[in-house]
């Protein structure tokens, strides 16, 4: 398949922030994890630890090729997301270990963040501003709550909050959070949609120099396209995404939008085998294209993961330190489906596949989930603020309160979506429901 993003190594600009990121969340995950579970308290929400590591080491942290801080961040409530959302914790150290073990997702898009996707392609890391990641801080206990009581939720699905500063660098702010894209199987096309038709365009044109782009609400209704699921998978959608979508109003949120990627059976994987390019995304942007990489490492065996999966487990409940470069991650072509625990909105494949109306199973798998969901309204209304002296039309229209912005997002998402049947019925002006 196509391996998305740039390698980053040694040779990378960012290697440096890359692996402090991972050495803090490597050591930070298995410090919580070695304790004995317990309930959460109020004061987990606000906890926040922060650390320095050296090249020398000290009692409490172990050495680490550069010097950095790492700051982590109600570490009690994530290890409860994390078990919520069925993440083995064995597994989730294994994806962000290892040497080379991040690509990174293009470069900033308009909002200057940039994604790292784990080795394995199951994670990806966005580098937050630090207006969201106060946001995110201040939302915790209700995003707590609503996945509690929401297993299934189409948000974004968070692990981990942090921060990591080398010495006279800035702080930079992130999350870990859920590829919704699988590692093992090919997209052929993104959508991104926000239920809003101005601006949402991606120039057709532009499609054949980057024939993956992420495409838009327009370039959706324009191909007539709809979300195909039959009555059952539609009920149980789109009560999930209204769900889902009053939290977001009540926090004030904006600007999200529900990422679809579109998996076609028919076609399958085929055409990536013979693909020998390197896709650089860029979020929103143009992409390039890189000859491969040669591979800088052999890729374990299936049989060498088992057991590097086990000394991890061994050494979590020991409460060992994990050593630094085990590189024990798995290759995406080499996963075998995981389901994702049987979460239902990724239980066909890790995504969701269509059906038609008598709810046989469709021709596509669909992966989605909503995405980009901590901006909230103040912060939006002071950018606008700012960029009225420009006259900015973009900013104007984003500018729609919450409640409006989650109802349009309603409307849109349930009315694109419907069986294949059930859409050839109403163009021929039949039985409209
Ligand atoms: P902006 O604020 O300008 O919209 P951003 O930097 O906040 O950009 P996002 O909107 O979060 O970025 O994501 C940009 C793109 O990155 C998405 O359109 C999608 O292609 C990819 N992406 C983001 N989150 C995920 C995810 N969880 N799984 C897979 N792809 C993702
Ligand atoms: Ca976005
Ligand atoms: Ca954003």
């Known amino acids: 398949r196509v391996v998305v993003g740039t390698k980053v190594d040694q040779n990378h600009v960012n290697w440096v922030t890359a692996y402090n990121m991972l050495t803090g969340i490597r050591f930070t995950v298995s410090r919580t994890n070695a304790k004995v579970d317990r309930d959460l308290t109020d004061a987990d929400f606000d906890a926040r630890h922060k650390f320095s590591f050296d090249i020398t080491g000290n009692e409490l942290t172990p050495s680490a ?16 997301l994390r078990s919520n959302f069925r993440l083995d914790p064995a597994d989730y150290l294994m994806s962000l270990t290892s040497k080379y073990i991040l690509s990174e997702l293009g470069s900033p898009g308009k909002s200057g963040s940039f994604f790292y996707f784990s080795r394995d392609y199951k994670y990806i890391i966005k580098t937050i501003h630090h207006a969201e990641h106060k946001f995110l801080r201040k939302i915790l206990r209700d995003y707590y709550n609503h996945v509690k009581a929401n297993p299934n939720t189409l948000l974004s699905q968070f692990y981990g909050l942090h921060r990591v500063k080398i010495p006279y ?65 539609k009920r149980a959608f789109i009560e999930q995404m209204k769900r889902d979508v009053t939290l977001l109003r009540k926090l004030k949120i904006m600007d999200y939008s529900l990422l679809v990627g579109i998996h076609d ?32 490492m052999r890729t ?64 596509v798998i669909y992966y989605l989930g909503i995405i980009d969901c901590l901006t909230h309204y103040g912060f939006i209304k002071r950018a ?50």
């Not at 090729?65 to 409860?80: L, M």
């Open 300 to 363: 374990p065996s299936k049989l060498e993961n088992a057991r590097k999966a086990k000394e991890l487990r061994q050494m979590i409940k020991n409460q060992k330190p994990i050593p630094m470069d085990q590189s024990t991650s798995k290759m995406p072509d080499e996963m075998e489906d995981d389901g994702r625990g049987g979460l239902y909105f990724y239980s066909d494949d890790g995504g969701f596949r269509a059906t038609h109306e008598d709810d046989r199973p469709g021709e």
């Open 169 to 233: 660098g800035r702080k930079i702010h992130f999350v870990v959070m859920n590829n919704l894209f699988p590692p093992h199987r090919d997209i052929h096309r993104t959508f991104d949609l926000k239920g809003s038709t101005i601006g949402r365009e991606f120039r057709e044109e532009d499609l054949e120099k980057n024939p993956r782009a992420t495409l838009k609400d327009l370039n959706w209704l324009n191909r007539n396209l709809h979300l195909e699921f039959g009555p059952t998978k």
């Open 384 to 433: 606008e603020h700012f960029f009225k002296g420009f006259s900015n039309p973009e900013s104007q229209i984003s500018a729609i309160p919450p409640e409006r912005y989650g109802d349009r997002f309603v409307r849109f998402i349930s009315a694109i979506t419907k069986s294949r049947e059930k859409a050839e019925q109403e163009k021929n002006g039949e039985g409209i429901d």
């Open 65 to 80: 090729k550069y010097d950095f801080k790492f700051k982590d961040y109600a570490p009690w409530v994530f290890r409860h």
């Open 265 to 296: 059976l028919e076609r399958g994987n085929e055409e990536n085998l013979r693909d020998k390019t390197l896709k650089v995304f860029q979020p929103g942007g143009e992409a390039a294209e890189e000859p491969l990489p040669t591979p800088l």
